[in-house]
T-cell receptor
Framework: NAGVMQNPRHLVRRRGQEARLRCSPMKGHSHVYWYRQLPEEGLKFMVYLQKENIIDESGMPKERFSAEFPKEGPSILRIQQVVRGDSAAYFC??????????????FGDGTRLSIL | EDQVTQSPEALRLQEGESSSLNCSYTVSGLRGLFWYRQDPGKGPEFLFTLYSAGEEKEKERLKATLTKKESFLHITAPKPEDSATYLCAVRSNAGGTSYGKLTFGQGTILTVHP
């Protein structure tokens, strides 16, 4: 499967723990985007990254959330000291070119995060 | 701030009963309108990109059209396997020069009965 790969598919954490979500983009794609889908809400943009650079983090909460896309390896969305309100589905998407190019974003199947 | 509103929230059709889904948008400089299909427990699957008013795209039983204020997803003679949530999203100049952000609507849940 050459699609966007996210893992784990399901993640359970207790309040106060850390959650790490991983995303491997499609082969040949160098741009990664993270979205969050809260229950009964639509997909909300969080952050846009290229290799080793954060391009747009306007949708990221100011505290506890961080994202990276290192030169080697997958993109990581990290949530520190999780709270119940962080329970959601987190989706990663990738594209081959910059956001303004004629390239759609292709999505993975998400990580369902549950906070106990 | 970009806004996307989809209607209806839910649509139930009989197999073969054609219909349309609506996506109304307000953006500062449209740089693309995207339609996705999402099945339960899955990520959105890309269907179409539209860039300018008057543009149309077709794929099997689906046809997407675009005006300056809205887009329609027409479904002709739907089958039960077309049942899914259909999402509309826009990319605009509001995101500065990065143009990475997509703003999504709430989606339309389509159910096609045999």
């Amino acid at each position: 499967n050459a699609g966007v790969m996210q893992n784990p598919r399901h993640l359970v954490r207790r309040r106060g723990q850390e959650a790490r979500l991983r995303c491997s983009p499609m082969k040949g794609h160098s741009h990664v985007y993270w979205y969050r889908q809260l229950p009964e809400e639509g997909l909300k943009f969080m952050v846009y990254l290229q290799k080793e650079n954060i391009i747009d983090e306007s949708g990221m909460p100011k505290e506890r959330f961080s994202a990276e896309f290192p030169k080697e390896g997958p993109s990581i969305l990290r949530i520190q000291q999780v709270v119940r309100g962080d329970s959601a589905a987190y989706f990663c998407a990738s594209s081959p070119g910059q956001g303004g190019s004629n390239q759609p974003q292709h999505f993975g199947d998400g990580t369902r995060l549950s906070i106990l | 701030e970009d806004q996307v509103t989809q209607s209806p929230e839910a649509l139930r059709l009989q197999e073969g009963e054609s219909s349309s889904l609506n996506c109304s948008y307000t953006v500062s400089g449209l740089r693309g309108l995207f339609w996705y299909r999402q099945d339960p427990g899955k990520g959105p699957e890309f269907l179409f990109t539209l860039y300018s008013a008057g543009e149309e795209k077709e794929k099997e039983r689906l046809k997407a059209t675009l005006t300056k204020k809205e887009s329609f997803l027409h479904i002709t003679a739907p089958k039960p396997e077309d049942s899914a949530t259909y999402l509309c999203a826009v990319r605009s100049n509001a995101g500065g020069t990065s143009y990475g952000k997509l703003t999504f609507g709430q989606g339309t849940i389509l159910t096609v009965h045999p």
